[in-house]
């Protein structure tokens, strides 16, 4: 497959949330002390660039962990520890 005939990661699947990604870069890369400006950043260094994508991920795919004593359904009286964890897509 060639470059030409390849689809760029960089467009989004819905092209009207271009601008709210934008915004959402943006205090990414304000929460890290990135300085963004807009158009292009080409002198960023790779690890200001990973910072700020980084911290968009960490954002968007935060892991919740609870955990809680619960009765054994199987056993009367006993109980155990559960553990839970859900990924939250904020």
């Known amino acids: 497959m060639t470059m030409a005939n390849s ?3 960089n467009n989004p699947v819905v092209p009207e949330a271009r601008e709210a990604l934008n915004k959402f870069k943006m205090e ?7 300085n963004l400006k807009q ?6 260094t790779s690890r200001e660039a ?5 911290q968009m991920v960490k954002k968007m795919y935060t ?5 809680f004593v619960r009765a ?3 056993a009367a009286g006993h109980q ?3 553990t839970y964890q859900a990924a939250l897509d904020l």
């Open 7 to 9: 689809k760029s990661s």
């Open 28 to 34: 990414a890369a304000t929460e890290v002390g990135v």
């Open 39 to 44: 158009g292009y950043n080409g002198d960023l």
């Open 50 to 54: 990973g910072s700020v994508g980084g």
């Open 63 to 67: 892991i919740r962990t609870m955990s």
């Open 72 to 74: 054994d359904r199987t």
């Open 80 to 82: 155990f520890m559960a």
